[in-house]
């Protein structure tokens, strides 16, 4: 009797996720999805998948996204699109005095705003972030001791000092340093390298004149890229690991310039911001609610801190060397 009643709440538990999501007014979930760029390399990928999320729970899309990545080419592809009510509204912003105002007043008409890697954006109802910065400097420091043979000298370069995310994530890596490898040493820290690739080669060859440095940890492709192929004092590669995006840097990896590269799935974290914003608009996440379950790799146990972000853990790693 009791397998068969709980047989029943399953039954019925497959029944109501498969069914269509309504809204207020009892029609069909409108959902506008807005990626950073159409030239990103993810974004056909992006597009691919919300389609398929939406028809699959009889809900109804749209997913867009600039040609340019920048903010003011965001806010352009979003204002004649707000002139209608949303439901849902997923993005990924890149801008926040730009963007702020419209998704304010989407707000106050009634849409669910959700932000990806967007922590403390005013509008939004709900974040989503695929990793905790402090797990990720963490495991960048552990494959940069690994590299290193937990010996040396190294320095971090970041794009800059505006992001927060990236800055938390290397101080949390250069303090497990300091109590996890007592014989490497931070020789040049947070060397600000605005995203650019000569930049960034110019810094580390400028470095190598003083210090016999011994590897680099880089948070934004470019800066990977900047590094690729430098010989220390040694004659030895400097070794390199980061976090970036796998696209962006393929020839890198292929020629295997990089020792490490730690990165999340795109993809994967739109379908937990889909998740989580039609979930909103259904009235099914409490204001006590700390933590969900979704069915998305990454992301199958999805926390909330104290604000209104959710955190998963979807830290990736490629080692070129050991294809």
């Known amino acids: 009797m009791k397998k068969t009643y709980w047989l029943s709440i399953l039954v019925l538990l497959l029944i109501f996720i498969s069914l269509p999501a309504w809204n207020d007014s ?3 979930l409108d959902v506008l999805v807005v990626a ?9 990928a992006i597009e691919d998948l919300a389609s398929a ?15 340019l990545p920048t903010a003011w080419a965001q806010q352009q592809e979003m204002e004649p699109l707000l002139k209608k009510r949303w439901d849902v509204i997923c993005i990924e912003p890149l801008g926040t005095a730009e963007l702020s105002p419209l998704l304010e007043n989407a707000k106050d008409r009634g849409s669910v ?3 990806l890697r967007k922590d403390g954006f005013p509008a939004a109802d709900h974040n989503v972030e695929p990793f905790s910065n ?4 963490r495991r960048m420091m552990q494959s940069l001791a690994k590299a290193m043979g937990e010996d040396g000298f190294y320095i971090t370069l970041v794009p800059s000092f505006e992001n927060d995310d990236i800055v938390c994530a290397e101080k949390a890596a250069v303090e497990f340093q300091k109590l996890s490898y ?3 040493f931070s020789v040049d ?50 070794v390199s690991v980061g976090m970036g995006d796998p696209a962006t840097l393929k020839m890198a990896l292929d020629e295997k310039n990089i020792d490490c590269l730690l990165y999340w799935s795109r993809e994967n974290m739109f379908l937990a911001g889909l998740e989580i914003g039609r979930a909103a608009a259904e009235g099914r996440i409490p204001d006590t609610a700390r933590h969900m379950s979704l069915p998305i790799e990454g992301y199958e146990t ?10 998963g853990n979807d830290i990736r790693s490629i080692y070129p060397g050991n294809k």
Do not use: C, Q
């Not at 950073?36 to 056909?44: E, I």
């Not at 999320?53 to 040609?67: F, H, N, Q, Y």
């Not at 926390?303 to 959710?310: I, L, P, Q, V, Y």
């Open 134 to 137: 402090e797990e990720m400097g």
């Open 36 to 44: 950073a760029s159409k030239l990103d390399a993810h974004y056909r």
């Open 182 to 184: 007592g014989g490497m």
């Open 26 to 28: 009892g029609g069909i």
């Open 113 to 115: 705003i959700v932000t």
């Open 189 to 238: 820290r947070l060397v600000e390298t605005d995203a650019d690739v000569s930049k960034a080669r110019d810094i580390v060859r400028k470095d190598l004149e003083h210090y016999s440095i011994g590897g680099v940890l880089f948070f934004t492709s470019e800066d990977g890229l900047g590094v690729s192929g430098l010989i220390g004092a040694d004659g030895k590669k400097i």
């Open 302 to 311: 999805i926390r909330r801190g104290d604000g209104n972000t959710w955190t």
């Open 53 to 67: 999320w939406a028809a699959s729970r009889g809900l109804k899309i749209t997913v867009t996204a600039p040609s």
